[in-house]
């Protein structure tokens, strides 16, 4: 059994997917849009270009995402995706990269249950918790 997030973006899970590529050192293994898909008939144009499935191989880890095509997008509450690290350097740059352009909901530093933790909402809307447990 594994788990997986599955990310829902509005309507810029292609560039979201990218950069988490880039941040992540991992890969977009599969990505489709709803102009691809079977469904394209059916849709109006301005579907077309929206992610309908997206897939992001970070080592053993996946990734999925896609866009909202509701035209009704909220960001994510009530969850958040934990990424640790046992690296103080790695942790501390991959908070600033998803703070940069987001939101700091807690600074990236020293907690009493580990050495540095921190909580941002990416530019993209997804909230995220960085936890780093570097005994040094």
């Not at 579907?47 to 309908?52: A, D, I, P, R, S």
């Not at 046992?86 to 940069?100: G, K, Y």
């Given at each position: 059994m594994n788990f997986a997030p599955y990310l829902t973006f509005n309507n810029n899970c292609a560039e979201a997917m990218a950069f988490y590529a880039n941040l992540?050192?991992?890969e977009v293994t599969a990505i489709q849009t709803f102009g691809e898909s079977a469904l394209a008939a059916n849709l109006p144009p301005e579907?077309?270009?929206?992610?309908?499935h997206a897939s992001l191989r970070i080592s053993d880890q996946i990734i999925m995402a896609s866009d909202d095509p509701s035209g009704n997008y909220v960001p994510p509450r009530g969850i958040q995706v934990q990424i640790g690290f046992?690296?103080?350097?790695?942790?501390?740059?991959?908070?600033?990269?998803?703070?940069?352009g987001g939101e700091i909901k807690m600074p990236f530093e020293k907690t009493f249950w580990t050495s540095d933790f921190g909580m941002v909402r990416d530019r993209f809307g997804i909230p995220w918790m960085v936890n780093c447990n570097d005994s040094d």
């Open positions: 992540f050192n991992g579907m077309h270009k929206l992610v309908m046992p690296d103080f350097t790695e942790a501390q740059r991959v908070f600033e990269a998803l703070a940069l």
